[in-house]
């Protein structure tokens, strides 16, 4: 697809993906919408020196918002979309981890 570096766009931390890596040794990351399952493992394999077992992926599509606007004294109201993202879900094999908050294993 392209360049490992830019198929990881940030992990996601919540309670949900926080359980995930303490139970399951799954951890959550946004990605580029055009990556597909292997590249997302290579990437992962590449960026954190770890084996990956699975990959899960979602796509979220971008909602609509409405947005009202204050110019000159007028009130102008205005809708548009958010952006459209995908969710991997990267399992790892057993003996390795990531450490998120350094970025690098463990």
């Given at each position: ?74 009130v102008?109201?205005t ?27 463990e």
């Amino acid at each position: 697809m392209q360049n490992d570096s830019q198929i990881i766009i940030r992990p996601l931390i919540g309670e949900k993906a926080t359980r995930y890596v303490e139970t399951e040794r799954k951890y959550v990351f946004q990605v580029d919408k055009r990556a597909n399952k292997l590249d997302i493992k290579r990437a992962v394999q590449k960026k954190f020196n770890v084996e990956v077992a699975k990959v899960g992926v979602m796509n979220y599509k971008g909602k609509k918002k409405n947005t009202s606007v204050r110019s000159s004294g007028k009130v102008l109201r205005t809708s548009g979309f958010r952006s459209s993202w995908k969710k991997a879900i990267v399992t790892l094999k057993e003996g390795f981890s990531i450490d998120l908050m350094s970025g690098g294993p463990e």
